[in-house]
């Protein structure tokens, strides 16, 4: 399973950026996928999540300013950020939880995947 990200950038304060992130490969769910973001000399934190039957959340940094979706059918997440601020530099990565595969021995099980990152960047 692998997830792809993109729509990284360096915008100005105020601007707005959409992340997007592709799940591919052979899997036959996922329960929740998410963004979080890590500043430099930061810990990864929790900037969005959404579940399989639609219900989200937010970090209070970011609610009325930050806007995750899904494509169920596509395997697609997006986050379209707006009235971004030199605060939400970071690396922004995709997360993907309860995906279900099947292993090696043919069951069924859950696993966690990452996407690689993406750069944004907010000058003031």
């Known amino acids: 399973v692998q997830l792809v990200e993109s729509g990284g950038g360096s915008v100005q304060s105020g601007g707005s950026l959409r992340l997007s992130c592709a799940a591919s490969?052979?899997?036959?769910?996922?329960?929740?996928m998410g963004w979080y973001r890590q500043a430099p000399e930061m810990g990864r934190e929790l900037v969005a999540t959404?579940?399989?039957?639609?219900?989200?959340n937010y970090a209070d940094s970011v609610k009325g300013r930050f806007t995750i979706s899904r494509d169920y059918a596509q395997n697609t997440l997006y986050l379209q950020m707006n009235s971004l601020k030199p605060g939400d530099t970071a690396v922004y990565y995709c997360?993907?939880?309860?995906?279900?595969?099947?292993?090696?021995?043919?069951?069924?099980?859950?696993?966690?995947?990452w996407g690689q990152g993406t750069q944004v960047t907010v000058s003031s």
């Open positions: 997360n993907a939880k309860g995906v279900v595969v099947v292993n090696v021995e043919g069951a069924r099980v859950e696993r966690e995947y």
């Open positions: 959404i579940a399989d039957v639609g219900s989200t």
């Open positions: 490969g052979s899997f036959s769910s996922i329960k929740t």
